[in-house]
């Protein structure tokens, strides 16, 4: 394959925070790059960012984006000076508009309303929608009305990814806010801030509060350990014990109905739901029954560390401190509860398109159900209707292909290099306080990912023991014991009770199998990326960002996480 090429002017960006390995045809499809930059296009706009959008291009099957300032051209290079700075907030159109609209931001706070909306009628109405689809007997459907469901299941899906990055202004902006005031005001690390706002990202571990109301049920029925079948086909006993009468039916129906059709590692229809790997489904609801949970412990150390972190803070900035607080925890919960439903709508979007595979399997025009994901909605319209379209063999080429590649394989910028934006001390004082924001804000995220990799030192392959390992410490506590690596959603079935688990990076959707760790480590993420939230959440000790961990760590590798310093010592 020839090296890839940029996509346009401007310096892009390898975005491996949406996809570990090249989107699927069908997910091509479905215009995720444009839904991308249209969504983001409107979040700039609605929060008084001086950028037009962040444009997405797909690249190779991955996503490479770029930011696109107000008043810049494409091709503009380098950071400008700060004399241009000033003109064009002095007499350019757009800029001017731009920096009044900070103003008023800072005033009506519009991510208050944006909060309220996603966490009431929007969500309720989806989830609605998405409930009935999941319990919509797909395999009784004519070809023509599966046909139909898949369309509108893309449409759904495509929809909520446009709002997923429409609302992004409205989580990112309270909590860098907070996180730029308190670390000014005290000194502390983003990492030591953040832990004030666990126990606020209620989507994080919504299935694990399910899980445990499952585990009770079938601790007190008194049906366990037989109940959770010994030697029995995972998905055959989790299909009983739904059936079981009274409590254990319901409550594991609850939890089943909330993991199962959730895509497990991505927003990609190629990514398995959690359906698909029903014996880490199961060994994940053995381990909650055999040993409860202790969802108190992360309240009352977040409760902890917001007291500590205020008695750090002047006494003349507390009260300001208390409202940047109460702001930042409920925007914080917006992070994950738009990955919730994104993985939810993907997973549906997926069981139809298995369907449809299952039903070309049989006649022969395709090799595999999961292939279908390798067809665009047209040609698998086509196929369905017993016209012409890609061969079996083709198709099957187009997934080997995607399957042999990751992230791994593209460079992490194409065009000309990255430059840093202007100082954010450049701008009147609105702006730069919502540039301070968010630029804090995608520091300790998943988007920081090039500049923490070029910053750190890869890990050695194969580290040997006393081979001490650096990342950044999201979740804080200290663990010894064997490393299950994760490199495509298949290696979930491999994971036990008690292992830590190491990975390029995590999503929302790994919650269901929380309950089976014993920590996180990661590759790639910053303190406000995915797995450490989710780890905050659940009071698992991780440490991401550490360069070179697939590499350097192997399945059964005793290790020391120190999610406080930062650290992964191999103990052998």
Known sequence: MSPPVSPGPGSWSLDAAHCERPHSRFFIGMGFDALYTEGLRASAERYGLLVDTVEARFVDGFIYTCPRPIGAPPDAKGTPPRWLIRLACWFHPAVRARLRRAE??????????????FRGPYSANLRAVLAAAQRRDLSALTDAALQDELDTLARTAAADLREHFHRSGACMLPVGDFLAHVTAWTGDSVEDALRALTGASPDSVDAVVALDAAADAVRGSGLAPAALGGGGAPLAVLTDLRAQPGPVGEAVGAWLDLVSERTLTGHDVAELRGIEVPGALLDTLRARVARPGQSADAQIAAAQAADALRARVPASHRAAFDALLAEAREAHALRDARSALDFWCTGLVRRALLEVGRRLTARGALRQPEHAVDCTAAELRALLGGGEGPSAAQVALWADERSARSCADMPDTLGHPPAPPPPPEWYPPAAARIARAFGLYLAASAEARVAARESASPAPAAAPAGQVLEGIGASSGRVRAPVRVVRVPEDFSRVSQGDILVARITTPAYNALLPLLAGL????????????????????????GVRGALDALSDGTIVEVDGSAGTVRVLG
């Open 104 to 117: 008023a931001v800072l005033v009506e706070r519009p991510w208050r309303a944006d909060v309220a909306d």
């Open 521 to 544: 480590i990661t590759e790639r993420g910053g303190a406000l990326s995915h797995p450490a939230i989710v780890a905050r959440e659940y009071g698992l000790p991780a440490v991401v």
